[in-house]
C-alpha cells in the first residue's frame, strides 16, 4: 500500500487555476484595448461628418441672401400715375393722352399694357427694328415699360373715319376673310369691335389711323416681321395672301370702327370720298 502526500493534489488544482485565472485576465483585457480603440476610431470617422454637416448650413446660409434681391427686383402691374410721367416724352409723336394727331404714328390709347410692354422689349432687344423707337425703349427699365403702357391702356382712344368707298370691302375681309385665299376674318383674333384680345397679346385696332395700319400691312406683305417667335409670324403669313385693295379697304374700315354702344353691335363710322 502506498500513500500520497495529503497536500500534493491540492497544490496542482491551484496551480492550474491561476493560469486560467491569468489567461483569462489577459484575454479580457485584449478585449478592452480593443474596445477602448473602437470607440476612438468610430469618433474620429464621425467628425468629418459633423464638419461636412456644419459646412452645408453655412454654404445655404451664404446662397440664401442671392434671393433677396431678385425678389426686390420683381416687376409690379403698372402705375398708371407714375406711367403718365414717364410718358412725357411720348406724348411728342403718339400724343399725351395716346390719340396721336399724325397718322405715321400710331394711337396708343386704350391698347393693352401687355402688348405695348412686349413691343417695348422688342424694340430694346433689336427684334423690331425701328431706330426712333431703339433710341426710345433701350434706357427704359421693365418697370418704365409697364408703367408708361398702363397709362396708355387707361386712356380712350378716339375715334376714326372711314372711306364710305372701302367700307364694304373692309367689312368683308374683317369679319368674314376670304377662305379661297387663305385669308382668316380679323375679328377672329382682335374681336368684332376691334378692342382685341389682351389675354392673347392681340392688339386693339378699332379707331386705329388707316396710314398706320397700311404702311404695317404693307411691310409685313414684303417681308418684314416684329421678331422671331411664332405670335410674330402671324401676321406676315396673312399680310402676304392680300393685295394692295385689300389692305386699304381693311385699313380705311378699321380706322372707322369703334366699340359697340348699348344698342348694339359694333359699326364703323363712315364718310363718302
Not at 459646412?55 to 416687376?75: I, N
Not at 387663305?182 to 386705329?208: F, K, R, V
Request: charged residues 15%; contains cysteine.
Amino acid at each position: 500500500m502506498s500513500f500520497r502526500p495529503v497536500g500534493s493534489r491540492p497544490a496542482v488544482v491551484s496551480a492550474v487555476a491561476l493560469a486560467l485565472a491569468l489567461s483569462a485576465g489577459m484575454v479580457s483585457a485584449h478585449a478592452a484595448t480593443t474596445q477602448a480603440k473602437a470607440p476612438a476610431t468610430a469618433s474620429s470617422t464621425a467628425k468629418p461628418a459633423a464638419a461636412s454637416t456644419s459646412t452645408a448650413p453655412a454654404a445655404a446660409a451664404s446662397a440664401a441672401p442671392a434671393a433677396t434681391p431678385v425678389a426686390m427686383a420683381a416687376v409690379k402691374p403698372g402705375d398708371p400715375k407714375a406711367g403718365q410721367t414717364k410718358a412725357a416724352a411720348c406724348g411728342a409723336c403718339h400724343g399725351m393722352d395716346g390719340n396721336s394727331t399724325d397718322p405715321q404714328y400710331p394711337k396708343l390709347a386704350g391698347q393693352s399694357e401687355q402688348y405695348i410692354v412686349h413691343q417695348l422689349q422688342n424694340f430694346k432687344s433689336g427684334k423690331r427694328q425701328n431706330p426712333i423707337m431703339l433710341g426710345m425703349a433701350t434706357p427704359l427699365s421693365e418697370q418704365d415699360m409697364h408703367d408708361i403702357a398702363a397709362w396708355f391702356a387707361s386712356q380712350k382712344v378716339l375715334p376714326g373715319v372711314a372711306d364710305q368707298a372701302l367700307v364694304e370691302a373692309g367689312e368683308k375681309l374683317y369679319r368674314e376673310g376670304d377662305a379661297k385665299r387663305g385669308i382668316p376674318a380679323c375679328m377672329a383674333c382682335h374681336s368684332i369691335d376691334g378692342s382685341g384680345n389682351p389675354g392673347a397679346m392681340y392688339p386693339h385696332l378699332g379707331g386705329q389711323h388707316a396710314q398706320y395700319i397700311e404702311a404695317q400691312l404693307k411691310g409685313w406683305h414684303d417681308g418684314d416681321s416684329w421678331g422671331t417667335d411664332a405670335h410674330s409670324q402671324i401676321m406676315p403669313a396673312i399680310a402676304k395672301k392680300l393685295d394692295a385693295q385689300d389692305i386699304s379697304a381693311v385699313a380705311s374700315y378699321i380706322e372707322g370702327l369703334h366699340a359697340a354702344d348699348a344698342a348694339g353691335a359694333a359699326a364703323p363710322a363712315a364718310t363718302a370720298q
